[in-house]
C-alpha cells in the first residue's frame, strides 16, 4: 500500500515531557511537511524538507525539531511540551519541489495534560 | 493576519443543488489555488487546483474559478450529493518551497 503513514494515532502526556511523531511516506516523493492542525481546525505549516534538507522553517517555538533520517521518514520532535502544543500534527508528502499536490498522513493527535 | 481566508464557517444545501464556496487571499505572489475535501477524522485529500495562468478548471461536478485582480477564488459543486458532506479547505501557494497556506474551512452539510 502507497500512503502517507503516521504513529502514534494519539499521545497524552503532561507538561514538560518531551514527545516524538513518526511519518513515513511509501509513495516514493522527494518533498515531506509537517503542519499544526489548531483547536479552531486551522492548518499552518511548520516544516517541510526536501530530499533530507530543512526548506521551509516556519515561526515554530526552538523545543519543535523535525528529523529526516531519509526522504521518505520526516520525524517531529518537541522537547518539553506546553499546553498549547494540544493539536492534531499532520505530516504530508509531494512528489517534488515545484509540485504542490499534497497528500496526508492520518493525523497524530497531542493532548498535553 | 490570516492570509487565505473561507467566508463561510458553514453552508447547508439540499441535495441536487449547486453551492458555492469562496475563498479570498492576500497574498498577490500566490500562483497555486486549491481545494482539499476532509471527512471527519480523516486527512485532508486535494479535490481540485489550478495555476494561476488559468480562470477556470472543470472536474466533474467540481469547477474552480480564479479571479486574481480581486484576490479571490471558488468552488463551484453542481448536483450535490450526501457524500459530499465534509470539510472543505482552500489552500494556495508560490514559490518553489511547495508551502501552502490553508484556509480555516467551510462545513458542507448537504440533506438527502
Known amino acids: 500500500e502507497t500512503a502517507v503513514f503516521q504513529t502514534p494515532n494519539y499521545h497524552v502526556t503532561q507538561v514538560g515531557n518531551e514527545v516524538s511523531f513518526n511519518c513515513k511516506q511509501t509513495?516514493?516523493?522527494?518533498?515531506m511537511y509537517w503542519y499544526k492542525q489548531d483547536s479552531k481546525k486551522l492548518l499552518k505549516i511548520m516544516f517541510s524538507?526536501?530530499?533530507?534538507?530543512?526548506?521551509v522553517n516556519e515561526t515554530v517555538p526552538r523545543r519543535f525539531s523535525p528529523q529526516s533520517s531519509d526522504k521518505a521518514h520526516l520525524n517531529l520532535r518537541i522537547k518539553s511540551v506546553e499546553p498549547e502544543d494540544s493539536a492534531v500534527y499532520l505530516c504530508?508528502?509531494?512528489?517534488?519541489?515545484?509540485?504542490?499536490?499534497?497528500?496526508f498522513g492520518p493525523g497524530t493527535r497531542l493532548t498535553v495534560l | 493576519g490570516q492570509q487565505v481566508k473561507q467566508s463561510s464557517p458553514s453552508l447547508t444545501v439540499q441535495e441536487g443543488g449547486i453551492l458555492i464556496l469562496n475563498c479570498d487571499y492576500e497574498?498577490?505572489?500566490?500562483?497555486?489555488f486549491a481545494w482539499y475535501k476532509k471527512y471527519p477524522d480523516n486527512s485532508p485529500t486535494l479535490l481540485i487546483s489550478?495555476?494561476?495562468?488559468?480562470d477556470k478548471r472543470e472536474d466533474g461536478r467540481f469547477t474552480v474559478f480564479l479571479n486574481k485582480s480581486g484576490k479571490h477564488f471558488s468552488l463551484h459543486i453542481t448536483a450535490s450529493q450526501p457524500e459530499d458532506t465534509a470539510v472543505y479547505l482552500c489552500?494556495?501557494?508560490?514559490?518553489?518551497?511547495?508551502?501552502?497556506?490553508f484556509g480555516q474551512g467551510t462545513v458542507l452539510s448537504v440533506i438527502p
Open positions: 489550478v495555476r494561476s495562468n488559468v
Open positions: 509513495l516514493g516523493h522527494d518533498t
Open positions: 504530508a508528502s509531494s512528489a517534488g519541489l515545484g509540485v504542490y499536490e499534497q497528500y
Open positions: 524538507y526536501n530530499n533530507k534538507q530543512l526548506i
Open positions: 497574498n498577490d505572489m500566490f500562483d497555486y
Open positions: 489552500a494556495a501557494g508560490h514559490g518553489g518551497n511547495n508551502k501552502l497556506t
